[in-house]
């Protein structure tokens, strides 16, 4: 018992001595309670969700219908685009008070849809109707394209980056330095290495869930791999990012816990941003595994091709090369 006592001692005077993660830990619990609460703390939720074509103010004073109750508005940018949210039931109705008359688009398909038509001709009679019609998308379609992604983001952040500080911390990098290898040749090893091993990995989860899940497929095959190597590649990075200079696993775990989960509650994993206030959706931009995400589900749901996706894939590269660079130029062989 002595013993133990002496070793549970000894265990608990190391984590006392390393202020930096005792700080850090204390720290990240609390930031990451407020945040989820800022972001899920939004009120009673809105039973309808309309999407509105153009940039008009979305005012009772642009039109009597913004001030319906229990409908959430928000402004849509590519008709398109739009038409096909309606018609996987992602919003209820699509409107656009551009136009005399006003156009609207209904879902008949959608029971919400249905309702928010005679919502809509109380406050505008005279408004033109079309119809979207489309089957609602299984919510499996839509969750295993996120988790598949958080299993891809937490694989890269989390094994690239406890190797690269724990080679660090055992002095591995050390004697990598006294070798011709460059830093900018070590990062990018370890992103190939690792790039092959999630997409692999990735590659096979989701080959047993489709046949099992019945999972929809409008794209071609090729076309998501490619997607999934960008993602991957630029969370990797992400990871190499942080482990640059650290030598502390319990720092780096703690900051790449603390990127992790803004990515989860941001970027679309369990539900749709679409409603979502517009600093919310303008943040998610900036995170990779929202872009993954969104290109991977246009290839699986709607059939799109990778000239679609184009957007995505240019901010994945541009996200890994930026990371890369600033990684290699910022790494530390040692610990000191």
Same mark, same amino acid.
């Given at each position: 018992? #002595?013993? /133990?006592?002496?070793?549970?001692?000894?265990?608990?005077?190391?984590?006392?001595?390393?202020?930096?993660?005792?700080?850090? #830990?204390?720290? /990240?619990?609390?930031?990451?309670?407020?945040?989820?609460? +800022?972001?899920?703390?939004?009120?009673?939720?809105?039973?309808?969700?309309?999407?509105?074509?153009?940039?008009?103010?979305?005012?009772?004073?642009?039109?009597?219908?913004?001030?319906?109750?229990?409908?959430?508005?928000?402004?849509?940018?590519?008709?398109?685009?739009?038409?096909?949210?309606?018609? @996987?039931?992602?919003?209820?109705?699509l409107f656009d008070p551009r136009s005399q008359p006003a156009r609207y688009?209904? #879902?008949?398909?959608? #029971?919400?849809?249905?309702?928010?038509?005679?919502?809509?001709?109380?406050?505008?009679?005279?408004?033109?109707?079309?119809?979207?019609?489309?089957?609602?998308?299984?919510?499996?379609?839509?969750?295993?394209?996120?988790?598949?992604?958080?299993? +891809?983001?937490?694989?890269?952040?989390?094994?690239?980056?406890?190797?690269?500080?724990?080679? @660090?911390?055992?002095?591995?990098?050390?004697?990598?330095?006294?070798?011709? +290898?460059?830093?900018?040749?070590?990062?990018?090893?370890?992103l190939i290495a690792c790039l092959i091993l999630t997409v692999g990995l990735?590659?096979?989860?989701?080959?047993?869930?489709?046949?099992?899940?019945?999972?929809?497929?409008?794209?071609?095959?090729?076309?998501?791999?490619?997607?999934?190597?960008?993602?991957? =590649?630029?969370?990797?990075?992400?990871?190499?990012?942080?482990? $640059?200079? *650290?030598?502390?696993?319990?720092?780096?775990?703690?900051?790449?816990?603390?990127?992790?989960?803004?990515?989860?509650?941001?970027?679309g994993v369990f539900f749709s941003l679409d409603g979502a206030p517009a600093?919310?959706?303008?943040?998610?931009?900036?995170?990779?595994?929202?872009? *993954?995400?969104?290109?991977?589900?246009? +290839? =699986?749901?709607?059939?799109?091709?990778?000239?679609?996706?184009?957007?995505?894939?240019?901010?994945? $590269?541009?996200?890994? $090369?930026?990371?890369? /660079?600033?990684?290699?130029?910022?790494?530390?062989?040692?610990?000191?």
């Amino acid at each position: 018992m #002595n013993r /133990l006592l002496a070793l549970v001692r000894v265990r608990l005077l190391e984590v006392a001595r390393d202020r930096t993660a005792l700080v850090w #830990n204390f720290v /990240l619990a609390p930031v990451l309670v407020i945040g989820v609460a +800022i972001l899920m703390s939004r009120g009673q939720q809105p039973m309808f969700e309309v999407g509105v074509l153009g940039t008009q103010p979305l005012t009772q004073q642009t039109h009597a219908f913004f001030a319906t109750e229990a409908v959430n508005f928000h402004s849509e940018s590519d008709e398109a685009q739009a038409v096909l949210k309606l018609q @996987r039931h992602r919003i209820d109705l699509l409107f656009d008070p551009r136009s005399q008359p006003a156009r609207y688009w209904v #879902n008949p398909q959608s #029971n919400k849809s249905l309702v928010l038509e005679r919502l809509l001709h109380a406050s505008d009679a005279a408004a033109i109707a079309q119809r979207a019609e489309g089957e609602p998308l299984r919510y499996a379609d839509w969750l295993v394209p996120g988790l598949l992604g958080v299993n +891809i983001m937490f694989t890269c952040l989390f094994a690239i980056g406890h190797v690269v500080v724990r080679y @660090r911390k055992s002095g591995y990098l050390k004697r990598l330095r006294g070798t011709p +290898i460059t830093a900018v040749e070590f990062v990018s090893a370890q992103l190939i290495a690792c790039l092959i091993l999630t997409v692999g990995l990735s590659s096979l989860i989701y080959a047993i869930c489709k046949p099992v899940l019945h999972l929809r497929m409008e794209g071609h095959y090729l076309d998501l791999l490619i997607v999934t190597a960008f993602g991957a =590649m630029s969370m990797i990075s992400m990871g190499l990012l942080v482990s $640059a200079r *650290l030598a502390s696993e319990e720092i780096s775990g703690g900051i790449m816990t603390l990127m992790s989960w803004p990515m989860v509650l941001l970027s679309g994993v369990f539900f749709s941003l679409d409603g979502a206030p517009a600093w919310v959706r303008s943040a998610s931009e900036l995170l990779p595994l929202t872009h *993954l995400l969104g290109a991977a589900r246009a +290839i =699986m749901i709607d059939g799109a091709g990778l000239a679609d996706v184009s957007g995505s894939l240019v901010a994945m $590269a541009g996200m890994t $090369a930026l990371f890369v /660079l600033i990684g290699a130029a910022g790494f530390r062989w040692t610990q000191d």
